[in-house]
């Protein structure tokens, strides 16, 4: 068995996720590297949510019986802990939505309806870069189409990075918002928050950070980011589907109007006209997705028991494994960082003239999970000349063995094609 500096006992943390265990095709046990879509959850998030259903279940805030007095606890609960987990200055700078789409739909939309000096219009700019997900591209492109505002952007580097040689010709004086992965879902680059960042403040333009590959796996510190925005999402960080996050700067939320309007937003409604209760509450429209926050506690109490130090070593070190057996594949090439500096733990691939469809489908056959396609980043795609990629990602129960599974089912395919 291959021995790595910085890996984790993943022979124990294995045992705390059943679905893990799962045989497919032709009693092939699973090889899961699918982790940026959507990761695994430990039997703790799993006893969560049932136990949640089971003894608690009931609508939250405003009720006085004992099930709603004790579901408002676990739901706000969960807050205090994702408040906690990246280092938030409060507990009310937190904002629970359905996934990280809806957390940045949030944000454009407050900043189309704001008023000065937050109002997005004809006279004003709005910069992403080419590597978003689509999640990150079209509440964009649809703010800019109701606007009139300019959509700019950063290109990319052949090597799967941000061209910055520009950003004083793409961050400008008329920038309002600057939104751009930390993390990118289809190449793992790590991005250079703190020159982005710097450059955006000069100009006083507002920073929103789409953090759904970082916030898994490593420590996220809200304060260091120095943004006004990050969003994240549940699902792939051992948490349930269906529960996001925006933290928003206070003094932000303040000003900044509501999107969703219903339910536990209000302080007072008239026939005529309404009032907003504080934030967060004044971005939680209706119903919260309370299982799923409760769920998402668990996760974070699960992830804090490991430490997301050692889970961002652990997959540097897979990464840097990875990297090095992928090398050794013939007609192999990754699209992005081919180091494992300042990159994450997702790897996507072309393989010679096979089309990505045909490499998921033959590796689906030998019990070998991987997710093909554009990633939900087709820009990506169009800018490096290629149909589709294979992506490869690695999360804290990942092990190397995988990996070597992965490389092994790679030759099979190769063999299989010719």
Not at 52 to 76: M, P
Not at 166 to 180: A, G, Q
Not at 282 to 306: C, H, M, R, W
Request: hydrophobic residues 40%; contains cysteine; aromatic residues 6%.
């Amino acid at each position: 068995m291959t021995q790595l500096p910085g890996l984790l006992d993943t022979e124990a943390i294995r045992k705390d996720f059943p679905i893990l265990d799962r045989v497919v095709h032709d009693g092939r046990k699973l090889v899961y590297l699918d982790n940026a879509a959507t990761s695994q959850k430990p039997r703790q998030v799993l006893d969560a949510l049932s136990e949640y259903y089971e003894r608690y279940n009931a609508n939250v805030h405003r009720g006085v019986h004992v099930l709603a007095e004790e579901a408002t606890a676990l739901y706000e609960g969960a807050r205090d802990k994702v408040a906690e987990f990246v280092n938030a200055p409060s507990r009310d700078e937190v904002i629970f939505t359905k996934n990280a789409s809806e957390s940045l739909n949030l944000v454009a939309n407050m900043l189309g309806w704001a008023d000065e000096p937050y109002r997005v219009d004809q006279d004003t700019e709005i910069v992403i870069t080419e590597m978003e997900h689509h999640s990150n591209i079209v509440p964009w492109q649809l703010l800019a189409q109701r606007t009139g505002a300019k959509l700019k952007w950063f290109g990319l580097t052949d090597d799967g990075r941000l061209d910055l040689s520009n950003i004083d010709e793409i961050i400008t004086e008329k920038t309002k918002i600057v939104s751009f992965v930390l993390v990118s879902n289809i190449l793992g680059t790590v991005n250079p928050v703190e020159t982005i960042i710097r450059r955006a403040q000069e100009v006083g333009a507002l920073v929103c950070i789409d953090a759904s590959q970082a916030a898994p796996h490593m420590p996220l510190d809200v304060q260091a980011l120095q943004a006004d925005f990050v969003a994240f999402t549940g699902h792939k960080m051992c948490g349930p589907t269906g529960i996001g996050v925006l933290w928003g700067r206070q003094e932000l939320l303040e000003d900044l109007p509501p999107f969703l309007g219903g339910g536990e937003m209000i302080e007072t409604v008239s026939m005529h006209s309404s009032t907003y209760a504080p934030a967060p509450h004044k971005f939680e429209a209706g119903t919260p997705p309370i299982a799923q926050a409760v769920g998402l506690g668990a996760a974070i109490d699960y992830l804090n028991s490991i430490g997301m130090d050692k889970i961002l070593a652990h997959e540097h070190a897979l990464t840097e494994y990875a990297v090095r057996r992928l090398a050794e594949v013939p007609d192999l090439r990754i699209i992005g960082p081919t180091t494992a500096e300042d990159r994450g733990a997702a790897i996507s691939f072309t393989l010679g003239d096979i089309h990505p469809h045909d490499v998921g489908q033959v590796l689906d056959e030998q019990g070998i999970a991987v997710r093909v396609g554009h990633h939900c980043a087709r820009p990506v795609c169009l800018r490096y000349g290629i149909p589709a990629t294979t992506r490869a990602s690695f999360y804290l129960y990942s092990s190397p063995a995988e990996i070597d599974a992965l490389v092994d089912g790679l030759e099979h395919v190769r063999n299989f094609f010719g």
